[in-house]
């Protein structure tokens, strides 16, 4: 079992940047690749990030590479997006996700879940 909290959502202007962390107890996430979705109000959950647990092989949506960056520090087991030039469109509630498993883009697959954070975007 793991318990997964999110934190360092808010409000933030079209093109600014927001770092959101994950912080894990219960069991290290040393053993889970981590990933990041993220839900807008009336849509379903949708997949932004995952990384590995080895910290390597990110893989990003296309709505946000070259935006967004994964990372994570299993020493602190914590996982973080760092989120830049953000857009309206990005608005959502992030949630950080653990699989015990490989790398997955897909809901089904993760096993943990947080309670979300909430992002959102001014034009």
């Known amino acids: 079992q793991v318990q997964l909290v999110e934190s360092g959502g808010g409000l933030v202007q079209a093109g600014g940047s927001l770092r959101l962390s994950c912080a894990a107890s219960?069991?290290?996430?040393?053993?889970?690749?981590m990933g990041w979705f993220r839900q807008a109000p009336g849509k379903e959950r949708e997949f932004v990030a995952a990384?590995?647990?080895?910290?390597?092989?990110?893989y990003y949506a296309d709505s946000v590479k070259g935006r967004f960056t994964i990372s994570r520090d299993n020493a602190k087991n914590t996982v973080y997006l760092q989120m830049n030039s953000l857009k309206p469109e990005d608005t959502a509630v992030y949630y950080c996700?653990?699989?015990?498993?490989?790398?997955?883009?897909?809901?089904?697959?993760?096993?943990?879940w947080g309670q979300g954070t909430q992002v959102t975007v001014s034009s």
């Open positions: 996700a653990a699989d015990w498993g490989a790398l997955s883009v897909r809901v089904g697959a993760y096993d943990y």
């Open positions: 219960g069991r290290t996430i040393g053993s889970y690749a």
């Open positions: 990384i590995s647990w080895t910290g390597g092989s990110p």
